[in-house]
């Protein structure tokens, strides 16, 4: 894990947040039916502090009206779209049961997501899959459950799939080519995924995506159904997002002139959110009238029919339906530095501070304070100096040990990435709606370690 090169930088040297309420609960930021009442925070109907009893802390508290919310919103906005949620971004049967029933599609990267949408009888034809490395054995359980979409990463995808078909007699998988259209997004490097100098997809530039269309069209062994795009992810903006349709759009073009149908134009997503009250992700509605006034536009100059559209929002419906709660083991302030609060969880259960150099808020959670803000870094409790959960944010200076703190905005990308260094179990996930609470991932335990590790 990369360390923390910052750490014995004075704290004065990072502007503070534009807020310096502990006690916020910033629009955009926290689910909507975040509450607080007199200092304790609610969520789902239920205050932290109960959720906190009951479950224990470290904890990812799934905001369930929130997720159906956000849900239901994608699904009007883009309303003549397929709209894939990202299980990559957190999966349990619990959402992928809630994704299907909001008329959602469903995003899979391996075997092992496949198995969770299979689990719950999300269907077949609504699934698409990705993974710029696909083993046979997951193109197999694809092909066999009837996922609708695949989409094809490499050439050496492309011989995969023609050595299994004979195995799957009448069946003519449908796929998607994914294009490099070298677009640099304004995301950190390792999710930026449209340039050039990354692991993804057909490039553009040096000819291999048009490569791989005519020898899909040649063949006539797969059903190609148009072509895919994804520029990266936690993407604030549009523009990127309007590059990559003209890039795609013009690809599309040549092939239509020639006869191909190519009816369809997955564009991807990595839609961003909102970490922290300075983040000002694009609003749905405005990003789907973006997208189909860009690609109606892009046509009618290319004289070419206009191809059915999908999206894959990605953390933008589950990010912010999910919060952490933490318990403060230890205060120290590093005279003249900066304050540390140290919880019980860390890049165990959040790698992303440590992976991406992301951005989150923090609040006190489970009383009211009358200290004055102080700025201070929240770190976990990993043997790794880079173990850094809130970088930067305010917390009341009378912050001690006990205190129950909540960071917004886990909900995507936490528990899918969660590990186990230091052989700490990974915290469970407890869904909250109308006052009640439920485990929808349980708590890992020493034991679930040790049942794996062979003597």
């Known amino acids: 894990m990369p360390h923390d090169q910052r750490s014995a930088v004075p704290a004065q040297e990072f502007p503070p947040p534009s807020t310096t309420d502990p006690f916020s609960l910033s629009s955009g930021i926290w689910p909507v039916t975040a509450a607080d009442e007199n200092g304790t925070l609610t969520i789902g109907g239920m205050s932290v502090t109960e959720i906190a009893d009951r479950h224990g802390t470290p904890v990812y508290v799934f905001d369930e009206t929130d997720f159906k919310s956000r849900c239901a919103r994608f699904r009007t906005a883009f309303e003549e779209f397929d709209v894939y949620y990202a299980g990559k971004a957190f999966l349990s049967r619990t959402t992928a049961r809630l994704a299907e029933e909001a008329g959602l599609s469903l995003d899979v990267c391996t075997e092992g997501e496949l198995a969770f949408a299979k689990a719950v009888g999300f269907p077949g034809e609504r699934i698409l899959m990705h993974g710029n490395n696909k083993s046979a054995e997951e193109l197999a359980a694809a092909l066999e459950y009837g996922v609708g979409r695949i989409v094809v990463d490499s050439f050496a995808e492309l011989d995969r799939l023609g050595e299994l078909l004979p195995r799957f007699p009448g069946v003519r998988p449908a796929v998607l080519l994914r294009v490099?259209?070298?677009?640099?997004?304004?995301?950190?490097?390792?999710?930026?995924?449209?340039?050039?100098?990354?692991?993804?997809?057909?490039?553009?530039?040096?000819?291999?995506?048009?490569?791989?269309?005519?020898?899909?069209?040649?063949?006539?062994?797969?059903?190609?159904?148009?072509?895919?795009?994804?520029?990266?992810?936690?993407?604030?903006?549009?523009?990127?997002?309007?590059?990559?349709?003209?890039?795609?759009?013009?690809?599309?073009?040549?092939?239509?002139?020639?006869?191909?149908?190519?009816?369809?134009?997955?564009?991807?997503?990595?839609?961003?959110?909102?970490?922290?009250?300075?983040?000002?992700?694009?609003?749905?509605?405005?990003?789907?009238?973006?997208?189909?006034?860009?690609?109606?536009?892009?046509?009618?100059?290319?004289?070419?029919?206009?191809?059915?559209?999908?999206?894959?929002?990605?953390?933008?419906?589950?990010?912010?339906?999910?919060?952490?709660?933490?318990?403060?083991?230890?205060?120290?302030?590093?005279?003249?530095?900066?304050?540390?609060?140290?919880?019980?969880?860390?890049?165990?259960?959040?790698?992303?501070?440590?992976?991406?150099?992301?951005?989150?808020?923090?609040?006190?959670?489970?009383?009211?304070?009358?200290?004055?803000?102080?700025?201070?870094?929240?770190?976990?409790?990993?043997?790794?100096?880079?173990?850094?959960?809130?970088?930067?944010?305010?917390?009341?200076?009378?912050?001690?040990?006990?205190?129950?703190?909540?960071?917004?905005?886990?909900?995507?990308?936490?528990?899918?990435l969660a590990h186990n260094y230091n052989h700490v179990p990974r915290p469970p996930v407890v869904a909250v709606a109308d006052g009640e609470s439920r485990v929808i991932v349980r708590r890992e335990t020493v034991d679930d370690l040790l049942r794996l590790d062979m003597d």
């Open 180 to 416: 490099t259209v070298g677009v640099r997004a304004d995301t950190h490097a390792h999710i930026a995924t449209a340039h050039e100098d990354q692991k993804f997809g057909f490039s553009l530039v040096s000819g291999e995506a048009a490569a791989a269309v005519r020898r899909v069209l040649d063949e006539d062994l797969l059903e190609l159904r148009g072509l895919h795009s994804h520029i990266g992810s936690q993407i604030l903006g549009t523009a990127g997002f309007e590059a990559a349709a003209k890039r795609l759009l013009e690809l599309r073009a040549q092939f239509v002139r020639e006869g191909a149908r190519l009816p369809e134009l997955d564009l991807g997503g990595g839609f961003g959110i909102a970490y922290t009250p300075e983040d000002e992700p694009t609003e749905p509605e405005e990003m789907a009238e973006l997208l189909r006034t860009v690609v109606a536009k892009e046509c009618a100059a290319l004289g070419v029919d206009v191809p059915r559209l999908a999206i894959e929002p990605g953390r933008a419906i589950a990010g912010p339906s999910g919060v952490t709660l933490y318990t403060v083991g230890t205060v120290k302030h590093r005279e003249g530095i900066r304050t540390f609060v140290a919880v019980d969880g860390g890049m165990s259960d959040n790698v992303r501070t440590a992976l991406y150099d992301a951005s989150y808020s923090v609040r006190l959670a489970g009383r009211t304070s009358d200290a004055p803000a102080r700025l201070v870094r929240v770190v976990g409790k990993h043997c790794d100096a880079g173990d850094v959960v809130v970088r930067d944010d305010h917390l009341p200076a009378d912050v001690r040990p006990g205190d129950l703190l909540a960071v917004p905005g886990t909900g995507a990308y936490c528990r899918s």
